[in-house]
Structure formats: structure tokens, C-alpha cells
């Protein structure tokens, strides 16, 4: 198993940045990042793998950056141009990559946009 923890989350104005990190106990994980907002399913918003091969959700392609650091078991999500719309509790997650099905989440972590 793998612990996450998240933190970053706040309120920022609307065309403003936040920087979101999650921490994983464990190494080895393709880790992610879900957001979820009230009245809506959870949604993937990106994810990246060990090598650095990132995935973003069409909404926030262009707008937001994920990263990792895998010496400090840390992944990263820069959020800039940040709209009322991103508004949403935002989840770390990890992946097994060898055990498929195999899937860890963190706390959440939440992000309010204004204006």
C-alpha cells in the first residue's frame, strides 16, 4: 500500500495560480491528479509516469503542469489561469503500474476559485 497526502489546495482569484503536492509514501507509482466538484463525478485531471510521460484532461490542457520529483516521492500540479470552473476538491492518486486495477488515494485537497 501507499499513503498520499496532498496539500496546496486554497482560494485564488480567478486567472490566478496555486501549486498543488502530494507526497507518496512509496515509489514506483504512476501518480495523478482527480479533481472532483460538487454535483459532478470525479474526473481525471492529469497524470504522469515514472519517466516523466504526462496525460491532461482537455479542460485543463495548456493551463495547468504536472510534475514529479521521484527522489522525494512527490508529485507536482502548477495550476495557472485558474477559472471559477476548476473550483473542486482535488485528489492525488497512485497507480500500480504492474498490478493493474490497483489504485491509492489521498485526502483531497480544496481548490476555490473566485470572481
Known amino acids: 500500500q501507499v499513503q498520499l497526502v496532498e496539500s496546496g489546495g486554497g482560494l485564488v482569484q480567478a486567472g490566478g495560480s496555486l501549486r498543488l503536492s502530494c507526497a507518496a509514501s512509496?515509489?514506483?507509482?504512476?501518480l495523478g491528479w482527480h479533481r472532483q466538484a460538487p454535483g459532478r463525478q470525479r474526473e481525471l485531471v492529469a497524470h504522469?509516469?515514472?519517466?516523466?510521460?504526462?496525460v491532461y484532461a482537455d479542460s485543463v490542457e495548456g493551463r495547468f503542469t504536472i510534475s514529479r520529483d521521484n527522489a522525494k516521492n512527490t508529485v507536482y500540479l502548477q495550476m495557472s489561469y485558474l477559472k471559477p470552473e476548476d473550483t473542486a476538491v482535488y485528489y492525488c492518486n497512485a497507480i500500480n503500474p504492474y498490478l493493474s486495477g490497483t489504485e491509492y488515494w489521498g485526502q483531497g485537497t480544496q481548490v476555490t476559485v473566485s470572481s
Open positions: 504522469i509516469t515514472t519517466g516523466g510521460y504526462a
Open positions: 512509496g515509489s514506483g507509482y504512476i
